[in-house]
């Protein structure tokens, strides 16, 4: 029989309310308005001037060409550093569950760059960056758009690497070593394991690795901002940046405009989450 005086029932109401509390206030309405002041000429969120329907929109795809170029800007750099931070956090997993000397020193280090913020990575990164090109090429980071992608291709890999590290290692350790043992002893090669054992068993891993990577690339803002700020000439602004500068950097009759690609963010990045989402379920599944 079931206990109907389960205490996690009875009290689940009162732990969950704060939260849903705090949810609602701080993210569900305001979300909803900001949907709603696409859809007008405001200026401040108590002085909206009327509904101009899906004018915003229509302005951010066909006035404003720096959107459209950000929009582009971010997507190459979301796909670049999906790859390069997950292939580069796999290899250091896999290194380190060998049971090296000083593993958790090196788990450590490697992990850090997580902690610093991102305004402080980006300044830190564009002292080292212009240092290097300063003293071979004469240029600094803002001289060239391929010197600022790759700078925020390297920043962004040297701040989510250790991060997706700690999870595939759990997901590493979490493969029964007799499984290893078994296929080791029929004769598997090293190769063969890791493809047909250790990466369909950390799938999981994976899963939440490339989610977290793209959604942490894709809404880049502080990074971008210390780094670039877009230079030179907006071509290395990326589309959180972009919005901030729209709305704040243009006058009032911008503001709906900026709210639009604000929600026409949302969107992509919710549907692009939810499209990985379902792949790589897929494939643990299948795995």
Same mark, same amino acid.
């Given at each position: 029989?079931?206990?109907?005086?389960?205490?996690? *029932?009875?009290?689940?109401?009162?732990?969950?309310?704060?939260?849903?509390?705090?949810?609602? @206030?701080?993210?569900? $309405?305001?979300?909803?308005?900001?949907?709603?002041?696409?859809?007008?000429?405001?200026?401040?969120?108590? +002085?909206? *001037?009327? %509904?101009?329907?899906?004018?915003?929109?229509?302005?951010?795809?066909?006035?404003?060409?720096? %959107?459209?170029?950000?929009?582009?800007?971010?997507? @190459?750099?979301?796909?670049?550093?999906?790859?390069?931070?997950?292939?580069?956090?796999?290899?250091?997993?896999?290194?380190?569950?060998?049971?090296?000397?000083?593993?958790?020193?090196?788990?450590?280090?490697?992990?850090?760059?997580?902690? $610093?913020?991102?305004?402080? @990575?980006?300044?830190?990164?564009?002292? @080292?960056?212009?240092?290097?090109?300063? *003293?071979?090429?004469?240029? +600094?980071?803002?001289?060239?758009?391929?010197?600022?992608?790759?700078? !925020?291709?390297? !920043?962004?890999?040297?701040?989510?690497?250790?991060?997706?590290?700690?999870?595939?290692?759990?997901?590493?350790?979490?493969?029964?070593?007799? =499984?290893?043992?078994?296929?080791?002893?029929?004769?598997?090669?090293?190769?063969?394991?890791?493809?047909?054992?250790?990466?369909?068993?950390?799938?999981?891993?994976?899963?939440?690795?490339?989610?977290?990577?793209?959604?942490?690339?894709?809404? =880049?803002? +502080?990074?971008?901002?210390?780094?670039?700020?877009?230079?030179?000439?907006?071509?290395?602004?990326?589309?959180?940046?972009?919005?901030?500068?729209?709305?704040?950097?243009?006058?009032?009759?911008?503001?709906?405009?900026?709210?639009?690609?604000?929600?026409?963010? %949302?969107?992509?990045?919710?549907?692009?989450?939810?499209?990985? !989402?379902?792949?790589?379920?897929?494939?643990?599944?299948?795995?």
């Amino acid at each position: 029989m079931k206990n109907e005086n389960n205490p996690l *029932k009875k009290y689940f109401p009162i732990f969950v309310l704060p939260t849903l509390v705090c949810f609602v @206030l701080f993210f569900l $309405i305001p979300f909803i308005i900001g949907i709603v002041l696409s859809f007008t000429n405001f200026t401040t969120v108590t +002085d909206i *001037k009327g %509904f101009v329907g899906f004018q915003n929109y229509i302005k951010a795809f066909t006035t404003d060409k720096e %959107f459209l170029h950000a929009l582009g800007f971010t997507s @190459l750099f979301t796909l670049v550093s999906i790859v390069t931070v997950n292939i580069f956090a796999f290899v250091l997993a896999l290194l380190l569950t060998k049971g090296l000397k000083g593993t958790n020193f090196f788990r450590s280090i490697f992990f850090m760059p997580n902690l $610093i913020g991102g305004i402080v @990575l980006g300044y830190i990164w564009n002292l @080292l960056i212009n240092g290097l090109l300063l *003293k071979y090429f004469g240029e +600094d980071i803002s001289f060239k758009t391929e010197y600022g992608f790759w700078g !925020l291709v390297v !920043l962004t890999n040297w701040q989510l690497i250790g991060y997706m590290m700690v999870i595939y290692i759990a997901g590493l350790q979490s493969i029964p070593d007799d =499984m290893l043992e078994a296929a080791q002893i029929d004769g598997a090669s090293s190769l063969t394991i890791l493809f047909k054992i250790k990466i369909p068993m950390v799938m999981p891993s994976i899963t939440i690795c490339m989610f977290l990577t793209l959604s942490n690339s894709f809404k =880049m803002f +502080d990074q971008n901002l210390a780094l670039t700020a877009g230079a030179p000439e907006k071509s290395t602004e990326m589309l959180a940046l972009n919005i901030y500068q729209t709305f704040y950097n243009r006058n009032a009759n911008w503001h709906g405009v900026a709210q639009a690609k604000a929600t026409i963010f %949302f969107i992509i990045v919710a549907v692009i989450a939810f499209l990985q !989402l379902k792949l790589t379920n897929r494939k643990e599944i299948e795995s």
